[in-house]
């Protein structure tokens, strides 16, 4: 199986470094020296990383025969893919791989269907599942323990518990101002 490991970004430097976007939870094992990589467009590669390492939070890499500045510029944007066997699970019990979350069905506590997760979308701050709905509509869910309860991968379902006004239009209005008037 074949995933987005990471997306080349702008040159750094005059060496032919890259920074790169990580979309993987393993970069360490995924985008270690001597790691050779599909891309996307398939006629930029494959790549073979040659050096990594970490400047100001930042993950730079060098690919073998990539000298200057000039011949880095020239694979922004470029897409990372490494191969991965589907059966490889994570190491950590409560992590998972975007292959595994994909497609799963979206329910309620009770047993309510939502939707199925359809696209997972790797943000700074935190993941989110982008579900469809079965009436073609999209919602968002933030990827957090306080809203994900369950993923269960054997019955192909995650169970949420989500925030009022997140998956609807009915949200609580809990301001101090509103309770007064209320009065």
Do not use: W
Request: with cysteine.
């Amino acid at each position: 199986m074949q995933l987005v490991v990471a997306r080349i970004g702008r040159a750094h430097g005059i060496k032919g470094e890259v920074t790169v976007e990580v979309r993987t939870d393993e970069p360490e094992l995924r985008l270690g020296p001597g790691a050779v990589l599909r891309t996307e467009p398939e006629s930029a590669g494959p790549l073979t990383i040659e050096t990594g390492r970490v400047h100001s939070g930042r993950l730079l890499l060098r690919f073998e025969g990539v000298k200057d500045r000039t011949g880095a510029e020239a694979l922004r944007n470029i897409l990372l893919i490494a191969e991965v066997d589907p059966a490889e699970l994570p190491e950590e019990p409560d992590e998972y791989y975007d292959h595994q979350l994909m497609d799963l069905d979206v329910v309620l506590a009770d047993g309510t269907a939502i939707g199925r997760i359809t696209e997972i979308s790797h943000l700074p701050s935190q993941d989110l599942f982008i579900v469809e709905r079965p009436d073609g509509t999209e919602v968002m869910i933030p990827f957090v323990e306080e809203i994900v309860a369950e993923i269960d991968l054997e019955e192909q379902r995650c169970v949420i518990t989500p925030p009022p006004g997140l998956i609807d239009d009915r949200a609580e209005i809990a301001s101090a101002r509103d309770a007064e008037e209320g009065s």
